[in-house]
T-cell receptor, first 114, second 113 residues
Framework: GAGVSQTPSNKVTEKGKYVELRCDPI?????LYWYRQSLGQGPEFLIY????????DSGLPNDRFFAVRPEGSVSTLKIQRTERGDSAVYLC????????????FGQGTRLTVV | GDSVTQMEGPVTLSEEAFLTINCTYT??????LFWYVQYPGEGLQLLLK?????DKGSNKGFEATYRKETTSFHLEKGSVQVSDSAVYFC????????????FGSGTRLQVQP
C-alpha cells in the first residue's frame, strides 16, 4: 500500500475483554514497530519485529500484551484482559531495514477501555 | 536508559516569528537524532534527522544541529507560518542498543496569523 495502514482507527471495549489491533506496513519493509501514546505524551516503544521474529519485545508492559507477524508483513497486537489503563493510541511504524532508515507511521488505533 | 527531554508547550507565536524548541538527550554511544511532526488529524512524519555530531538536519525551513558537547538537538525556524501549527517530537535511536525510537513528550506549536 501507499503507507502504513492501521485498523480499526477507533476501538471501544469493556474492561476485561480481549482486543486485536492490526498493522499493515509498507510493502517491502522488513522492520515493524509498535508504540503506545498516552494523552500528552510521546510514543513509547512496545515491540520491534525484523521479518517474522520479535527482535526486541522489552517494551511490552506485561504478559497481557502480545504481538505477532507470522508472514513478515501484517502484524497484530493482542491485548488480553484489558484494563482502563490500557486506553491510549497504539501506533505502528515500518522501515526498510530497521537501521537508521526513516520509520513511517500509521495514523494509529485509539483504544478506549470502559 | 536513553531519554529525551524537550520543552513543554504550548508554544504560541505570531506568523513570521522565530521558533526555537529545545531538546536535550541522554544516551550511550552515538545516537542518531530526529525531529518528527504531527499535524492535526495526521500521523507522525519525519521532519529532519542528523546521524553524527555537528551534522545539521534541515527540511521545510526547519533546522537542527547535533551538538554532542551539550547533548542537544534544538529545532529552529526563522519565520513560522500558520501551517506549521502541529506537535513536534524530538527522538533518538541508539547505535548500541534498542533500534526503536525513544521520543520526548512533544511540544505543541500554535502559530497565529
Amino acid at each position: 500500500g501507499a503507507g502504513v495502514s492501521q485498523t480499526p482507527s477507533n476501538k471501544v471495549t469493556e474492561k476485561g475483554k480481549y482486543v486485536e489491533l492490526r498493522c499493515d506496513p509498507i510493502s517491502g519493509h522488513t522492520a515493524l514497530y509498535w508504540y503506545r501514546q498516552s494523552l500528552g505524551q510521546g510514543p513509547e516503544f512496545l515491540i520491534y519485529f525484523q521479518g517474522t521474529g520479535a527482535a526486541d519485545d522489552s517494551g511490552l508492559p506485561n504478559d497481557r500484551f502480545f504481538a505477532v507477524r507470522p508472514e513478515g508483513s501484517v502484524s497484530t497486537l493482542k491485548i488480553q484482559r484489558t484494563e482502563r489503563g490500557d486506553s491510549a493510541v497504539y501506533l505502528c511504524a515500518s522501515s526498510l531495514d530497521g537501521g537508521n532508515t526513516e520509520a513511517f507511521f500509521g495514523q494509529g488505533t485509539r483504544l478506549t477501555v470502559v | 536508559g536513553d531519554s529525551v527531554t524537550q520543552m513543554e508547550g504550548p508554544v504560541t507565536l505570531s506568523e513570521e516569528a522565530f521558533l526555537t524548541i529545545n531538546c536535550t538527550y541522554t544516551a550511550t554511544g552515538y545516537p542518531s537524532l530526529f525531529w518528527y511532526v504531527q499535524y492535526p488529524g495526521e500521523g507522525l512524519q519525519l521532519l529532519l534527522k542528523a546521524t553524527k555530531a555537528d551534522d545539521k538536519g534541515s527540511n521545510k525551513g526547519f533546522e537542527a544541529t547535533y551538538r554532542k558537547e551539550t547533548t542537544s538537538f534544538h529545532l529552529e525556524k526563522g519565520s513560522v507560518q500558520v501551517s506549521d501549527s502541529a506537535v513536534y517530537f524530538c527522538a533518538l535511536t541508539s547505535n548500541t542498543g534498542r533500534r526503536a525510537l525513544t521520543f520526548g513528550s512533544g511540544t505543541r506549536l500554535q502559530v497565529q496569523p
